[in-house]
């Protein structure tokens, strides 16, 4: 296939940025979209220019480090992938690409399509730590869990931190991710000591990193590559207006 990439490029987080145009030919339709953007950068370092900065590690959909907008849509057009495991298959020859960063107010551009995920660190750093000893694994039927909350708590823990549930978020919220973090958690027995004070610690976090509210628009879930959904928010305001209305230094009914 032969592509029109239009890339977000920007030297720095001070530098004000525009949309350059690259011709990218031979494509093949079994290449990752990461691939395609080696092949270009390749091009351009042979040509003595810029490489493209974006984020990457893994390459199998598991780390959380890549994250771009392309066309409009987090990760791309395909529904439960991330944008490294997103193959050029999914587009036609002679189609324009759209490629930018993530575009949100916690989460500043660092060089291209780089950007500062840092907030997330602290969100989670908020949380802190289980006091309940773990150890090694525990015998499996030592402390009796619910399959229902086990499945939650499962499902919760398959966040990988990406960021495109913000990146999607007309507010630029955050609460999809801080609500998958706390569930895994307070589902579970391990999690019930801090239950209380995590919750406020990690919602003040995630407000003063500068995310902006849920309305519910839902857009976090659709683009979520892991499928977490929607009511794993309704668990966090659950919490929270527990913690809040009976005083999280108290441990309040589940």
Same mark, same amino acid.
């Given at each position: 296939m032969n592509l029109t990439l239009r890339?977000?490029?920007?030297?720095g987080p001070e530098d004000k940025g525009r949309m350059v145009t690259y011709p990218v030919d031979d494509v093949s339709p079994d290449m990752s979209f990461l691939e395609m953007l080696d092949v270009l950068n390749e091009r351009l370092i042979l040509d003595g220019e810029d490489p493209v900065a974006f984020d990457h590690d893994c390459r199998e959909g598991i780390c959380g480090m890549c994250g771009l907008m392309i066309n409009g849509d987090a990760h791309g057009p395909q529904r439960g992938t991330t944008a490294c495991q997103l193959h050029m298959r999914q587009f036609k020859d002679g189609d324009t690409i759209d490629i930018e960063p993530w575009r949100a107010s916690a989460f500043p551009v660092i060089k291209d399509l780089v950007v500062n995920r840092g907030a997330f660190d602290k969100i989670i750093a908020?949380?802190?730590?289980? %006091?309940?000893?773990? $150890?090694?694994? =525990?015998?499996?039927?030592?402390t009796p869990v619910a399959k229902a909350?086990?499945?939650?708590?499962?499902?919760?823990?398959?966040?990988?931190g990406c960021g495109a549930c913000v990146a999607a978020c007309p507010n630029g919220s955050g609460m999809l991710f801080t609500a998958a973090k706390l569930t895994q958690l307070s589902l579970l027995p391990q999690g019930q000591p801090e239950r209380y004070t995590r919750v406020i610690g990690m919602v003040d976090a995630h407000d003063e990193a500068g995310f902006g509210g849920c309305t519910n628009a839902g857009e976090c879930t659709v683009v979520c590559p892991k499928g977490i959904p929607l009511n794993t928010i309704g668990r966090l305001n659950?919490?929270?207006?527990?913690?809040? %209305?009976?005083?999280? $230094?108290?441990? =309040?009914?589940?």
């Open positions: 890339i977000w490029r920007q030297k908020a949380g802190g730590y289980v %006091t309940a000893p773990t $150890g090694s694994a =525990p015998e499996a039927h030592s909350n086990a499945d939650a708590a499962f499902e919760s823990a398959a966040c990988i659950r919490d929270y207006l527990t913690a809040t %209305t009976k005083g999280a $230094g108290n441990t =309040p009914g589940s």
